[in-house]
């Protein structure tokens, strides 16, 4: 005996995607979900940077050395920026390592939105991916910097501590600085262009009120408090503490940290609630 199998047609489920209104929750395990996407435009980051430079990489080696060697003749001699007798070329490159990162990271996210106009505006993929993407993919560039540190810290003689495990979280405090910023300059980017005409004025101006090339030790009293508001200052003063063991983290610590607790909440928030425009505005 046989048997007729009935053809049964199943129509694919429609999947609608709808812009969230007012302050909708950040819904952060999206970006779990699409990891494999975040490693990929990490990777593109990385290779589009060096790619068709005569150099290549060796850019990541010949600028944090260019910016060491400028530092220490215009400030430690020329102005005899001593800082109490402490190694000037390595008191800079303490301060440069962190902020390198920051500032790298800062102009890449600033622009990341605009820059991935039409992957934004055909595919979905939560925005905020895109952001994190341009801040880690300068982690490269930073290990590369890390080890010219080193190199300087064994041409020195300067001793190895324990202490520059703290590297390690301060890296993190870093990479979140970078986001906290970058996410408020990137979403405000997408409605005002000028946006990023500000962002190289306001990364130069921002290394020279934050103490990459001195120390925030010449600061005192309430000054510390109010310079802190800076969240970046805290930040290179504990990688300086971290390697150089000098002004161990105290009130301007603090500070800076709040500080970069309140950016990076107040960011995410303010770009999830202009996440659903994005597709229409950019």
Same mark, same amino acid.
């Given at each position: 005996?046989?048997?007729?199998?009935?053809?049964?047609?199943?129509?694919?489920?429609?999947?609608?995607?709808?812009?969230?209104?007012?302050?909708?929750?950040?819904?952060?395990?999206?970006?779990?979900?699409?990891?494999?996407?975040?490693?990929?435009?990490?990777?593109?980051?990385?290779?589009?940077?060096?790619?068709?430079?005569?150099?290549?990489?060796?850019?990541?080696?010949?600028?944090?050395?260019?910016?060491?060697?400028?530092?220490?003749?215009?400030?430690?001699?020329?102005?005899?920026?001593?800082?109490?007798?402490?190694?000037?070329?390595?008191?800079?490159?303490?301060?440069?390592?962190?902020?390198?990162?920051?500032?790298?990271?800062?102009?890449?996210?600033?622009?990341?939105?605009?820059?991935?106009?039409?992957?934004?505006?055909?595919?979905?993929?939560?925005? @905020?991916?895109?952001?994190?993407?341009? &801040? %880690?993919?300068?982690? $490269?560039?930073?290990?590369?910097? +890390? !080890? =010219?540190?080193?190199?300087?810290?064994?041409?020195?003689?300067?001793?190895?501590?324990?202490?520059?495990?703290?590297?390690?979280?301060?890296?993190?405090?870093?990479?979140?600085?970078?986001?906290?910023?970058? @996410?408020?300059?990137?979403?405000?980017? &997408? %409605?005002?262009?000028? $946006?990023?005409?500000?962002?190289? +004025? !306001? =990364?130069?101006?921002?290394?020279?009120?934050?103490?990459?090339?001195?120390?925030?030790?010449?600061?005192?009293?309430?000054?510390?408090?109010?310079?802190?508001?800076?969240?970046?200052?805290?930040?290179?003063?504990?990688?300086?503490?971290?390697?150089?063991?000098?002004?161990?983290?105290?009130?301007?610590?603090?500070?800076?940290? =709040?500080?970069?607790?309140?950016?990076?909440?107040?960011?995410?928030?303010?770009?999830?609630?202009?996440?659903?425009?994005?597709?229409?505005?950019?």
């Amino acid at each position: 005996m046989t048997r007729s199998a009935a053809l049964v047609k199943t129509e694919p489920a429609l999947l609608t995607f709808r812009p969230s209104r007012g302050w909708t929750a950040l819904n952060l395990v999206d970006l779990w979900t699409y990891r494999e996407l975040l490693y990929f435009l990490v990777w593109r980051d990385i290779k589009v940077r060096y790619k068709q430079a005569v150099l290549g990489v060796a850019w990541a080696v010949l600028m944090p050395v260019v910016n060491i060697v400028i530092f220490s003749f215009v400030f430690g001699y020329l102005f005899h920026q001593n800082q109490g007798g402490v190694n000037y070329p390595l008191l800079s490159a303490a301060g440069l390592l962190p902020w390198g990162l920051f500032a790298g990271a800062l102009g890449r996210c600033s622009g990341s939105l605009v820059g991935n106009t039409n992957l934004i505006t055909k595919v979905y993929f939560p925005r @905020l991916i895109i952001p994190i993407a341009s &801040v %880690l993919s300068g982690l $490269v560039d930073f290990g590369i910097s +890390f !080890l =010219i540190v080193l190199a300087l810290m064994l041409f020195y003689r300067f001793p190895l501590t324990w202490n520059m495990l703290w590297l390690l979280p301060l890296t993190l405090l870093v990479v979140i600085t970078a986001l906290a910023v970058g @996410l408020w300059l990137s979403a405000l980017n &997408v %409605l005002y262009r000028d $946006v990023g005409y500000i962002v190289p +004025f !306001l =990364i130069t101006t921002w290394m020279y009120v934050s103490p990459v090339a001195y120390s925030a030790g010449l600061i005192t009293g309430r000054t510390r408090i109010v310079y802190g508001l800076n969240p970046m200052a805290g930040v290179i003063e504990g990688f300086r503490w971290a390697i150089m063991g000098s002004n161990p983290p105290d009130v301007l610590f603090l500070v800076s940290i =709040i500080m970069v607790t309140v950016l990076f909440i107040s960011g995410l928030f303010y770009f999830r609630r202009m996440e659903r425009t994005f597709a229409d505005t950019i």
